[in-house]
Structures are given as C-alpha cells and as structure tokens.
C-alpha cells in the first residue's frame, strides 16, 4: 500500500512539474491514451531508483526530482539550442566532467558544483537510515526481489526489438517527431522511446558501398569547418572582409542550411562527410556519430583514399571530444592532427587561433607527397563566450565578432597559400552561435559556405547557390573524380 501510495503522489507531482514548465505554449495532452504513455515514462523513472533501495518514499521523491532537473535541463536547452532534451544526450554526459567549459556548467571540484552533490549524497544516505526497506525479510526471496526489478528492465528492452512490443512502439513514435512527441507523452516516456527505437532501427540498418571513383588528378582538395560562423552582419556586427571576397572570387557561395542551433558540430560534420541527408537518418539524426560510430563506407574520405587521395583530419582539440578520433577514423582518414600536436601554437582565448591553424593546414598542404584529401576543423571560436575570455572583452556578442574577424583572416590566409596550385577549398560554418542575439529560429539554421577553385583555368564568375549540408557534402564528391571541377 505504501508503495502504491508514493507511486501516486510520484506520478502526481512529475504531471504537475511538466504541466506547469509547458504552460500554455505546450499544454499536457488530455486524451487518456497519451496521458498513460506519460504516466508509464514516471512510473518507469521511478522503478529505476526503487531498485536501488528497495524504500519507496525515496524511489519516490528520486523521481520527482529526477523529472524536476530533467525539466529544467531541458527548457534551458530548448532555450538555446532550440530542441528539447532527447535520449542521445546521455551519451555526451561523461564528456561533461572532462569538458564543463563547453556545456555551460562548473567542474565538479568548483564548490558550486561539489557542495550540492555532496549534500544530496548525505540526504540520501540520511534517508537510506531513516525509512525502512521493504525489501522481504526472508534471504531467498530478497535475493529473487533483488534481480527481479533490472531483469525486468532487460526484458523490456529485449521484448522492444521484435514482435508485439516493437510494433507498438512504431505505432507511437513512426518517426522523429521530437517536440510534438514530448508535449503528448512527457519528456521521460519520449526519451525512452525514442532510445528503444533508435536501438531497433539502428541494428537493422545496412549501409551500401559506395561506387568505386576514378583517380583524381595530382590536386588538393581542403575542407575547413569553421566553428560557430555566420556573417557577422547577421548579428548587427560590421562587414567582414573575407565575405566580399567571397562574392568576388569563390567559384560558388551561399547559405548552408545546417541540421541543428548553436551546438552539435557532429550533425553538420555528418553531413557533409557522408553526404546523407538527415531525415534518412531515422532516430538516429540526433547523434549519428553515436548511431553509426563512423562505419559509413560512403564517407567522404572512404572515397578519396579509394580515389587516391591520402585522406588527413586536423582538430585542435581533445581527440576524445565525440569519440571523434575513433569515429574520423573509421570515417577513412589516414592521419589525425589534433590537440597534442598544437601544444605551443598560439591561442586566442581558451583555444588555438583560426590563424595558427590555417598555417598547419598549408605546411601540410606544401608538405603533401600525393593529393590530398584534408578536413580541418577549427576551435578558437567555439562557446560559451563569458566574462573572462578575452581581456578587456567581457560583452559575449563583441568577443563573437573579435573572433569571427581573426577566422575571415584565417581563410584569407588559406587562399592566398593555395594560389596557383591545383587545388579546391571549402569552407562553411557547422552552426550559428549560441548568443542571445541568436536564438533557435536565427535564419532557418542557415550557416555560410563558400568554395574556391584555384590552378590555370579555374577562374569562373561567382555563383550564388544556398545548399543544405548534406548536398554540399555530395557535391564535393565531383571534386574528386578526374574529369570533374567543384
């Protein structure tokens, strides 16, 4: 009885939290079909931690907070990134501790941060003395109790992969649906549904080879994402010189538009690597990193090193950021340079400049032995942009614009070391910052591209083209064909 009490009020207090943060703007669904979806996410949460202590004041009062502190996260991510929290999220938490800079928060040795968890860790070891267990008494059946709760969590998951309980779950989530989704079941049923599909979905997907490409020419051919870049006249800054040599020299140029808001840099890479749209993606749009690990035979640079190319990827940072390391290369990247090879390269704020950067980029480009596929990721004007990082530079939108200033020279510095080689460039930006004079909404997710061919021949008119990130990625293909330009 005791149990089914605090059940109740659990369940009560968690429609409550998220019925009062949805307000009017995304009220709760009344029809009863949905509010039982909603209603079994909460008793689900809640069985997570009953297990755990066998007390079910605390399972109890473990899910409501647990809902409370999801809610929260999640309107402040929907606030700035523009998309409420989703299941692919936890698997970014352990990169949290080891980069809490990057995730607007403090490390855990911050008293800020260490003083409440270790509150909490002593309420519920207080808690833990104070109610009794309900757990039975007798040896045999509290062992049998114990492995009941998480083998009935594993035969869950088991029983989601095929047969009655897999349709049903298609039947509720056919598709990524990730906003209307959580306004009709509630945040902790969507999260763990959308897992359980995205688990189904992604055992069953296969992945064609890719066609085999001609041997290119003895060309370059260098790819830069540029961190958080827009035209700065976007966001009321001034004109950037790099943009009117973008018009005036780029073989083409335009809006890119890009599957995500102020984070996220892994969709975008994506995309544009594999070419793959990201509505065939499934539920794995929200991470395919996660979904696919970079086993995509279609890649990028899977075709280059099949076209001859020596395939290199340059990232000045932590080569555990994304498991991005493992993911490139699988990708088909030969060689990585990342954050231990830039020790003592300049840094312009926390991370290394754009400009030291585009000078590793043509030292390897002059250095090159055969062509060359290169992708280069760029860091220094990656957020949070907060008091601090720049001196005499406190203002988040002003310490944007000082950095997308020292990027527009970066690229400037990446054309003019190409000139009158047989070489191709594109650059684009991966997302538009995260600053609160853009949020969610800004331009349609647009970013900007820009592509420039140099070597005799190559010099055409500007084309103005907007293009989403995955076409762009398809359309650098051709690039490396032998009988084909940008």
């Not at 008293?111 to 104070?130: E, H, N, T």
């Not at 030292?363 to 760029?378: H, Y």
Request: hydrophobic fraction near 45%; charged fraction near 20%.
């Amino acid at each position: 009885m005791m149990l089914l009490t605090s059940l109740g009020l659990a369940l009560a207090l968690s429609l409550v939290i998220e019925a009062v943060e949805g307000g009017s703007a995304r009220p709760v669904s009344r029809r009863p079909a949905d509010l039982a979806i909603r209603f079994l996410g909460y008793a689900l949460v809640m069985a997570f931690w009953f297990q755990f202590s066998w007390r079910p004041w605390l399972a109890g009062a473990s899910c409501v907070l647990t809902i409370l502190i999801l809610t929260i996260v999640s309107r402040l991510k929907r606030t700035i990134i523009g998309e409420p929290l989703v299941f692919s999220d936890f698997a970014l938490l352990r990169q949290v501790p080891r980069h809490p800079e990057l995730y607007y928060t403090r490390p855990l040795t911050d008293p800020r941060m260490a003083g409440p968890i270790l509150v909490a860790l002593v309420l519920v070891g207080a808690w833990y003395a104070i109610e009794p267990t309900i757990l039975p008494v007798e040896p045999s059946v509290a062992v049998l109790a114990l492995f009941a709760l998480p083998l009935g969590f594993l035969t869950l998951v088991a029983l989601s992969a095929e047969g009655p309980a897999a349709r049903a779950s298609a039947r509720l989530f056919p598709a990524p649906a990730l906003v209307a989704d959580v306004a009709r079941f509630g945040l902790p049923a969507t999260i763990i549904g959308y897992a359980l599909r995205w688990r189904v979905l992604r055992r069953g997907e296969s992945i064609p080879p890719p066609p085999r490409v001609a041997p290119g020419r003895d060309r370059v051919l260098v790819v830069v994402q540029l961190e958080s870049f827009v035209d700065p006249r976007r966001l009321g800054g001034p004109p950037l010189p790099l943009m009117d040599m973008v018009s005036r020299r780029a073989a083409q140029y335009g809006r890119l538009r890009v599957p995500a808001h102020g984070a996220y840099t892994m969709r975008t890479e994506h995309a544009v690597l594999t070419g793959r749209d990201a509505g065939d993606l499934g539920f794995g749009l929200f991470d395919p990193y996660l979904t696919h690990g970079g086993r995509e035979p279609e890649s990028l640079p899977a075709r280059a090193r099949e076209a001859g190319f020596e395939t290199l990827f340059v990232h000045p940072f932590h080569r555990d950021f994304f498991n991005r390391a493992e993911v490139v290369t699988r990708l088909g990247f030969d060689r990585l340079i990342m954050e231990e090879a830039f020790g003592d390269a300049p840094r312009v704020g926390p991370y290394v400049s754009d400009l030291a950067l585009a000078e590793r980029v043509l030292a390897e480009v002059r250095g090159r032995s055969t062509p060359l596929f290169l992708f280069c990721v760029t860091m220094e004007n990656h957020g949070p942009w907060k008091p601090g990082r720049l001196p005499g530079i406190d203002d988040p939108l002003s310490q944007y614009l000082t950095h997308v200033k020292n990027t527009g020279l970066a690229v400037e510095r990446l054309v003019d070391g190409l000139e009158g080689l047989d070489a191709i460039l594109c650059v684009f930006g991966d997302h538009a910052p995260a600053l609160p004079n853009c949020r969610p909404g800004f331009g349609d997710t647009a970013t900007d591209y820009a592509i420039f061919r140099f070597g005799p021949g190559q010099a055409v008119a500007p084309l103005r083209r907007d293009l989403s990130a995955d076409a762009l990625g398809r359309q650098l293909r051709g690039c490396l064909a032998s009988d084909t330009g940008a």
